[in-house]
């Protein structure tokens, strides 16, 4: 289910006094568009990470929403982080046609290989619509099938254990 | 001459190295064009020479292979899989929606024309609006994303409603496991969408459109991004819709993570910018949708299929298939299964023609155990049941529904109790959170699932689990708390062995409760 309210997640530590103004910017620009919250949301993330805790206050000024609302939508999205991201990012279809072909095999071994690490994520996805040659993956943001847990280790060799 | 080699630049393809493929016939002095998948996946990346003879095709051809490839020395292996045009995989389906897809270039809007594209959106400009709804009704198509309501209905309430604004929402969140025919239309052929959604927004006075395409999907939100910025520059969208006077604005926005927004009030909710927590209904989408506005809500392949059905009439498209299911559906395999990919096909179609004969069975080479057909909501079906032709009517009378066209195969290792409890499972972590059957009973029922595979209590818990699945069946608000069931029931039903119940004490357990496995009613699909 989906969490409501705040992030469990520790608060990050304080953002850069310039991000405040970089943000207000990207939201203005956005706010013309037809239900423009989501959408500002989605391109914080891309263009700064993740969203910081001190944007809320922010974007819910530009769009003159409440803050709540925007925690709300905030909560919601698997897609919006909330935490610095990390410099490599795995993440593993665990969704029917990819255990059919073994997934948990490989969801298995990554977890293994980084769980704990601060420089890779391990994360979980259901379906990348990649269902007839799965095992499928994202390797930071790049698209791979027919995944095992030794082509996932030829395709990160050299990523930080 | 430099040969000129086609390399599909699906997600599928590049998913197994195509891009790397590509690059390497360049860098070898080949002219190399990027098409979308013939959706013969289990072959990716299926490399296509043009010759005298037609396309030629290369199978899981590998970077370091090009030299070999473009000295001809595959030709005599089995890696050459000949005339791609005449391949038995795509000889013996029926292709519609998918005519052209894999054999152009996606964004190559002349190509588009010259392969019949257009054709449907000009007639449609010939006739009023209740003639262009008329003939969709006339077709007899239905709804492709899962629920089968036919189209016609659904635009003759949008054209009748009086608005001054009015919107047409392409549904692509495909987020059904097992399902890729929506991601492989648009990157193979994301006109056909455009083309479809512009006659939907002519026939019922709509103005403005908005596909929502996934964010799992971003090679589709490039290339669907690319077509409709040339679809602008060349007049078929924008202020005057082929020269016609006639208006219609298109954009693409992109979901952020949630299976949920694939349920049509859900994806609203989103496209709003809000939570995406489902509406009840009424009111209606096509009387207070998208902003409270009459709003066409369609899935991918449907509005795929309008181009075709103006084009050559409704009658012609409702001349294939079988009883109330008219047309063609676009399969996808996939899973543990040895030739995985897309098959358009008329309705009725059994599943043992998709499994066996162009499944070729399993990947594994072990004996098939279960198909799961229609996406995580759908039931588990045993090879005895292998027979049933697809079609929507005789797939509910079995306990089952076609969905988005998916079939994922499992081998004899599979688990079906492991399987159960993984749908309640994805229930518990894609729930809206908005109706507590839902919530609450599929973190339940993962618990109880747990216990009666564990052996506590098994009898007691049997029932409590049959009567969690009766409360999610009819106390949901949406089909993802009322269909969940339908995949634990159809696992406990066949597989009883898995939950470490005996046969016989499992169909005790079905045949006491008046909901038995077979029951589909209530909750089903919006
Ligand atoms: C939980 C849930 C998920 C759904 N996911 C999708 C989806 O991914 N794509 C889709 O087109 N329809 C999906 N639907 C069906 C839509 O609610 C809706 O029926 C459909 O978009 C209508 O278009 P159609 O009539 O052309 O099928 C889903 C429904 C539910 C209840
Ligand atoms: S059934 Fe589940 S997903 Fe649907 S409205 Fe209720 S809580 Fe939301
Ligand atoms: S089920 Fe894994 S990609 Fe679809």
């Given at each position: 289910m989906r969490q409501r309210g705040p992030s469990p997640a520790p608060a990050p530590a304080p953002a850069d006094p310039g991000r405040a103004a970089a943000v207000r910017a990207l939201a203005e620009g956005m706010a013309p568009m037809r239900g423009p919250l989501l959408p500002v949301l989605q391109a914080v993330v891309e263009q700064h990470g993740f969203v910081h805790d001190d944007d809320v206050p922010v974007v819910a000024d530009v769009l003159n929403v409440s803050r709540a609302d925007v925690l709300g939508v905030l909560s919601f999205y698997h897609d919006l982080r909330r935490t610095p991201p990390t410099a490599h990012r795995v993440a593993l279809c665990r969704a029917e046609a990819c255990q059919a072909r073994g997934a948990e095999a490989t969801v298995a071994s990554a977890s293994d290989r980084w769980g704990g690490s601060t420089d890779v994520e391990v994360g979980e996805v259901f379906c990348l619509g990649n269902c007839a040659l799965g095992p499928a993956g994202m390797l930071d943001g790049a698209l791979h099938g027919r995944l095992t847990p030794e082509r996932?280790?030829?395709l990160t060799e050299g990523w930080p254990a | 001459m430099n040969p000129v080699v086609w390399v599909p630049a699906d997600a599928a393809a590049v998913s197994v190295g195509a891009d790397e493929v590509a690059a390497a016939l360049e860098a070898a002095g080949a002219t190399v064009r990027r098409n979308g998948s013939r959706g013969m996946l289990w072959l990716e990346p299926l490399v296509e020479v043009e010759t005298d003879a037609g396309r030629v095709g290369y199978a899981n051809v590998g970077a370091h292979e090009v030299d070999p490839l473009l000295g001809?020395?595959?030709?005599?292996?089995?890696?050459?899989?000949?005339?791609?045009?005449?391949?038995?995989?795509?000889?013996?389906?029926?292709?519609?929606?998918?005519a052209r897809v894999g054999v152009i270039e996606?964004?190559?809007?002349?190509?588009y024309r010259?392969?019949?594209?257009?054709?449907?959106?000009?007639?449609?400009?010939?006739?009023?609006?209740?003639?262009?709804?008329?003939?969709?009704?006339?077709?007899?198509?239905?709804?492709?994303?899962?629920?089968?309501?036919?189209?016609?209905?659904?635009?003759?309430?949008?054209?009748?409603?009086?608005?001054?604004?009015?919107?047409?929402?392409?549904?692509?969140?495909?987020?059904?496991?097992?399902?890729?025919?929506?991601?492989?239309?648009?990157?193979?052929?994301?006109?056909?969408?455009?083309?479809?959604?512009?006659?939907?927004?002519?026939?019922?006075?709509?103005?403005?459109?908005?596909?929502?395409?996934?964010?799992?999907?971003?090679?589709?939100?490039?290339?669907?991004?690319?077509?409709v910025e040339v679809a602008y520059?060349?007049?078929?969208l924008g202020g005057s819709v082929l020269g016609s006077g006639r208006r219609f604005d298109l954009e693409v926005r992109v979901g952020a993570g949630a299976y949920i927004c694939g349920e049509e009030t859900s994806m609203l909710e989103s496209l709003e910018g809000k939570r995406g927590e489902v509406r009840a209904k009424p009111p209606i989408p096509a009387l207070e949708g998208l902003f409270g506005m009459p709003t066409v809500v369609n899935n991918v392949l449907t509005l795929s299929a309008v181009p075709m059905v103006l084009a050559d009439g409704g009658a012609a498209y409702a001349a294939l298939g079988t009883g109330r299911s008219r047309g063609t559906q676009v399969f996808q395999l996939a899973g543990n299964v040895a030739r995985g990919g897309v098959v358009e096909a008329d309705f009725g179609i059994s599943l043992r023609e998709l499994v066996e004969q162009y499944g070729g069975g399993t990947a594994s080479g072990r004996p098939v155990k279960a198909v799961q057909v229609g996406g995580p909501l759908g039931a588990y079906l045993p090879p005895s049941r292998f027979d049933l032709p697809m079609d929507y009517e005789a797939f509910a009378e079995a306990g089952a529904m076609v969905g988005h066209g998916g079939v994922v195969v499992f081998d004899d290792s599979m688990d079906a109790g492991a399987m159960a409890r993984f749908a309640m499972e994805f229930c518990a972590k894609e729930s809206c959170g908005k109706c507590t059957p839902c919530r609450v009973g599929s973190t339940r029922g993962v618990e109880v699932i747990d216990r009666i595979r564990a052996g506590t209590q098994r009898e007691s818990n049997l029932v409590?689990?049959?009567?969690?699945?009766?409360?999610?069946?009819?106390?949901?608000?949406?089909?993802?708390?009322?269909?969940?069931?339908?995949?634990?029931?159809?696992?406990?039903?066949?597989?009883?062995?898995?939950?470490?119940?005996?046969?016989?004490?499992?169909?005790?357990?079905?045949?006491?409760?008046?909901?038995?496995?077979?029951?589909?009613?209530?909750?089903?699909?919006?």
């Open positions: 996932l280790d030829v | 001809g020395v595959l030709d005599d292996t089995d890696r050459c899989v000949g005339v791609v045009d005449e391949h038995p995989w795509l000889t013996g389906q029926h292709r519609v929606s998918f996606p964004t190559d809007l002349a190509a010259a392969h019949g594209g257009l054709a449907g959106l000009e007639r449609a400009l010939t006739l009023d609006p209740a003639d262009v709804v008329r003939e969709v009704t006339d077709s007899g198509l239905r709804g492709r994303g899962g629920a089968g309501f036919p189209a016609g209905i659904k635009w003759e309430t949008v054209r009748t409603a009086r608005s001054d604004t009015k919107f047409v929402c392409c549904n692509a969140d495909e987020g059904d496991s097992g399902t890729f025919a929506d991601r492989m239309l648009i990157e193979g052929d994301p006109f056909t969408l455009v083309e479809g959604m512009t006659i939907a927004a002519l026939a019922t006075g709509a103005t403005e459109g908005f596909v929502y395409l996934r964010s799992e999907y971003p090679h589709a939100i490039r290339t669907l991004r690319r077509a520059a060349h007049g078929v409590l689990l049959e009567d969690l699945c009766a409360t999610m069946t009819k106390g949901s608000l949406c089909a993802m708390g009322g269909l969940t069931p339908m995949p634990v029931r159809s696992a406990l039903e066949h597989w009883p062995e898995d939950f470490g119940v005996s046969p016989a004490a499992a169909d005790a357990t079905t045949d006491a409760m008046p909901e038995s496995a077979t029951s589909t009613t209530g909750g089903a699909r919006p």
